[in-house]
């Protein structure tokens, strides 16, 4: 069975204090690991895409990186607009679903 | 586009009581899905199609049920709602060549 867990599950952070949320995982064979971005009361939001380990991408602030095990998102210099929850999910090779973790709610203050 | 739109966007329920939630995707998608999302428990798939005609369960799928009869429509049914029921709801779909879902802006639902 596919397992994801991320932590914290809530983390405050300082405007401009970088930090890093993490997402364990655990799949028979890795399709793709997937983060989102959801804000209160709308549906999750799609950020990046990693494949194999060692892949990294970027958008703005963000940066996500890939590990066998685990995949971080890499928050630099964060903006009180960055606030949000994050979630992390992972698709399993040969199936079309995916596996969702609980989420890291980041509230970022001014 | 609209991309995936979700009616009603909130719904009020008494046990026992049928509804059905629409989800309607303009983006030529294969694959339409049906979550579900608690506190604490994250996103959980209902059910799930990957065609026209054809749908699958997920990892939550009873006191559900689903049809897929359009391409771009996927419904999701309560025939009887229950209390543990309450939930948002969240629609999503894909293209067969591609890996990435996106996600409607929910439904929330409660049931009394």
């Known amino acids: 069975e596919d397992q994801v867990t991320q932590s914290p599950e809530a983390l405050r952070l300082q405007e401009g204090e970088s930090s890093s949320l993490n997402c364990s995982y655990t799949v028979s064979g890795l399709r793709g690991l997937f983060w989102y971005r959801q804000d209160p009361g709308k549906g999750p939001e799609f950020l990046f895409t990693l494949y194999s380990a060692g892949e990294e991408k970027e958008k703005e602030r963000l940066k996500a990186t890939l590990t066998k095990k685990e995949s971080f998102l890499h928050i630099t210099a964060p903006k009180p607009e960055d606030s949000a929850t994050y979630l992390c999910?992972?698709?399993?090779?040969?199936?079309?679903?995916?596996?969702f973790g609980k989420g890291t709610m980041l509230l970022v203050s001014p | 586009n609209a991309g995936v739109t979700q009616t009603p966007k909130f719904r009020v329920l008494k046990t026992g009581q049928s509804m059905t939630l629409l989800c309607a995707q303009d983006m030529n998608h294969e694959y339409m899905y049906w979550y579900r999302q608690d506190p604490g428990m994250g996103l959980r798939l209902i059910h799930y199609?990957?065609?026209?005609?054809?749908?699958a369960k997920g990892e939550v799928p009873d006191g559900y049920n689903v049809s897929r009869l359009k391409k771009q429509n996927f419904l999701l049914g309560l025939e009887s709602a229950a209390p543990s029921q309450t939930s948002v709801y969240f629609c999503?779909?894909?293209?067969?060549?591609?890996?990435?879902?996106?996600f409607g802006p929910g439904t929330r639902l409660t049931v009394l």
């Open positions: 999910a992972v698709q399993a090779e040969g199936y079309s679903t995916l596996t």
């Open positions: 199609s990957v065609g026209e005609g054809t749908t």
């Open positions: 999503a779909s894909r293209n067969a060549g591609a890996d990435t879902q996106y």
